[in-house]
């Protein structure tokens, strides 16, 4: 269990574990990991310790989330530091910010298409983490 209270520095290796815990602990992404399967990586470029990887993997009853790509990837987003903080922060819609181009996707569209369920319940997850997250 990790402790609540702290602050974790936006993609920091504290904030990828704050996460990586609180997608271990959620009854329903574990409820959807029965029905559905998705390997997604996320890559987020020049931030201010570099690029940052990491990757959420849903199937065979099993949920995880942590540093690194997702093996057997099935979709991969890229995206600017940048980006990321504004959609992160909601000061940038993530529909307009893949519209113009600033969210690169690779892979399985159709996997996305079908998982929305799934990144409903990860948006709950990184509500309860972007509390104690600051942006910097």
Known sequence: MR???AVFRYLSLEWIDALTS????????KALATTNSI???QEVTAGPEGD??????VGDGIVEFGPGA???EDLKFRQSWETAVGVATGTLNAQEAFIK???LLFGDRQKLLDNQD???ELELV??????ETVYE
């Open 126 to 131: 990184f509500t309860k983490v972007r509390t």
């Open 52 to 57: 940052v990887v990491y990757h959420l993997r």
């Open 22 to 29: 609180e997608v271990a602990n959620s009854s329903a992404l």
């Open 39 to 41: 390997g997604v990586t």
């Open 3 to 5: 402790q609540t209270g």
């Open 118 to 120: 799934v990144f409903r």
């Open 70 to 72: 997702a093996f057997a």
């Open 101 to 103: 181009g600033r969210i």
